[in-house]
């Protein structure tokens, strides 16, 4: 039902059922929020979006108030303002007065609410809040003195992840956002996967910095710095500098690398084909064997701590084929020395990721060969961004530049990575050639590129029908889990992503992206398939070259010596706690 209400003196149209907040912004008129997360049920906590309505004596908050027929609404008078200014004024008077050095400043939704309400003085003097920082994580760093309680990071993490890693602990005016018995973000059944981060509107959660050792590195003239940038970077980057959402900067990336002072710059793409390939033979000697089925991917680490933690059972089934960043890493850190003749201990390996949950990958125990780190620091897109800054480096200013030789050569299939179903996809281009001896008739797969959490497929392969399904976000794994328990057995493969919509989505993109933002960056990734020549991973002649000169053939004794790993039981309740 549809029907007309009074907004700022004007008529718009409004739903039954609908908020008033959803009515105004369907209609384009912003009203701030702060508790608010789009797709869940609103808890008026902030009151930061209230409204004035005609006939109510309080004040309505927009985001929990159904509308209802010829309201008549002011969403900005005096009155509006003068209450939504006190809000804002209250929460500063108990934060730390550090906004010049904060990790959010320019991108904090508090402060932006300051500087448009106009807050120019304090006129509240309240205790400041004071909290030890939590950086036990290697991802990331909690500092509850920045906290305002919103709720946001509690909710995402119990309803989306699924995990409740951090909730709301003590009462009253004690009351703080913490872990369970405040213990450090190592000893709880976080998995790194950073979506709190995203949704946090100020500076109480983010990724924890590597910089400085970057910065030592590509200043010691013994080490031989090397960087590879993931298939997202490229379109996602674009936004850190206010360009246009989804623009490519491939080129430019490699350029402004180099200036930095990089000796190699190399394409993780290169990496993405490695993986797809050696996961494919991976898969078609389960099919054979038909033991441990469906194999499950294993390249975002998030997924892979959620597994170890909740259901070790599922260990098995992992594919034992490392990430694409740690399989650069074991190249650069294994074949890379060989070829160049450089000592692997001068070689400082940095991968450019679109997730936090990378920083914890690349200090796993199972990643640590020899005690060698294949990769030495990740960086998320955020970081890169502010890298780049600090060299006062123009973005758009610069000539592009291409990747650097063996590691620089990739099918458009490996671009696919970056979105939810992107493996599956490539997965299936290789895996029908293996089983079929030829190629995928139609190698676009429209059923893994869906709008949605979850997407299947199920092709003829030779002998086989195989099925693939790709899930992204944990609230949508675990239903699949459900099925495959009560006896499903036509899925082969199961791609699983942590993050919403894949890594153009992580949780080291820009803050603030919209889904339209989104939206832009997956089409550009499926731009890149749609033009490019070579479309599929086994195709990549660079790849069979390094399986020739070292690893003889996928799958053989030296592939799985050097490519291959297996994951560990952290599960709390066998080991009692501790990630």
Not at 173 to 193: A, D, E, L, P, R
Not at 289 to 299: E, I, K, N, Y
Not at 333 to 347: D, F, L, M, R, S
Not at 394 to 415: T, V
């Amino acid at each position: 039902m549809i029907f007309n209400i009074e907004v700022n003196n004007k008529e718009i149209k409004a739903r039954k059922g609908e908020t008033i907040l959803e009515a105004l912004e369907r209609n384009g008129i912003k009203v701030p929020t702060l508790c608010h997360v789009e797709g869940f049920s609103p808890t008026g906590a902030c009151r930061i979006c209230v409204v004035e309505v005609e006939g109510k004596s309080a004040l309505i908050p927009a985001c929990s108030y159904p509308v209802e027929e010829w309201m008549k609404i002011k969403t900005h008078s005096p009155r509006v303002i003068k209450a939504r200014k006190t809000i804002v004024e209250m929460l500063l008077s108990n934060l730390p007065d550090d906004c010049l050095y904060c990790e959010r400043n320019g991108n904090c939704e508090l402060q932006n609410l300051a500087i448009g309400l106009n807050v120019r003085e304090r006129r509240f003097a309240g205790k400041k809040v004071s909290h030890k920082k939590d950086l036990s994580s290697t991802g990331m760093v909690r500092d509850p003195s920045k906290c305002i309680l919103c709720g946001r990071c509690v909710r995402v993490c119990e309803e989306e992840v699924t995990v409740a890693a951090i909730d709301f602990i003590r009462r009253g005016s004690s009351m703080v956002i913490g872990t369970k018995y405040n213990h450090g973000f190592n000893n709880q059944s976080c998995i790194s996967c950073g979506q709190c981060v995203m949704v946090c509107p100020t500076g109480a959660l983010y990724e924890r910095s590597r910089l400085a050792d970057l910065q030592d590195a590509l200043h010691n003239p013994a080490m031989h710095t090397v960087v590879h940038v993931s298939p997202t970077i490229s379109v996602s980057l674009a936004e850190e500098f206010g360009i246009r959402a989804g623009k490519d900067l491939n080129g430019l990336i490699a350029s402004a690398l180099r200036k930095m002072g990089f000796d190699k710059v190399f394409d993780t793409s290169f990496a993405v084909d490695l993986y797809v390939l050696e996961m494919a033979t991976e898969l078609s000697r389960r099919l054979t064997d038909g033991v441990q089925l469906p194999m499950f991917s294993a390249c975002c680490p998030a997924w892979v701590q959620y597994a170890e933690e909740f259901h070790p059972e599922l260990l098995s089934r992992l594919t034992t084929t490392r990430s694409p960043q740690q399989l650069m890493g074991a190249l650069l850190k294994g074949i890379y020395p060989q070829a160049t003749g450089i000592p692997v201990e001068n070689v400082f390996n940095v991968a450019l990721m679109p997730c936090v949950a990378k920083k914890y990958e690349a200090q796993r125990e199972e990643m640590i060969v020899d005690g060698t780190i294949h990769t030495d620091v990740v960086l998320t897109t955020r970081e890169l961004a502010s890298f780049i800054k600090l060299h006062g480096i123009d973005i758009q200013g610069i000539e592009p530049e291409l990747a650097d030789a063996p590691y620089h050569i990739r099918s458009s299939a490996a671009k696919l990575a970056g979105v939810s179903g992107g493996i599956a996809e490539s997965l299936a281009r290789t895996l029908h050639f293996i089983l079929a001896g030829k190629e995928l008739p139609e190698l676009k797969i429209s059923e893994l590129r869906q709008n949605s959490s979850r997407r299947e497929v199920f092709i003829p392969m030779g002998e086989h029908t195989i099925g693939l399904v790709a899930v992204s976000g944990m609230k949508e794994v675990s239903r699949l889990l459900d099925e495959l328990r009560s006896g499903r057995k036509d899925i082969h493969f199961v791609e699983v992503m942590a993050c919403p919509g894949g890594c153009v989505n992580g949780a080291g993109q820009h803050i603030g992206a919209t889904d339209r933002d989104v939206k832009a960056r997956v089409k550009s990734l499926y731009e890149y398939d749609d033009k490019e020549p070579v479309r599929v991973a086994h195709k990549n002649a660079s790849v069979h070259e390094i399986f020739r000169k070292y690893l003889e053939f996928p799958m053989s004794e030296k592939a799985c010596e050097m490519l291959h790993t297996r994951f560990a039981n952290n599960s709390t309740a066998e080991n009692g706690g501790g990630q």
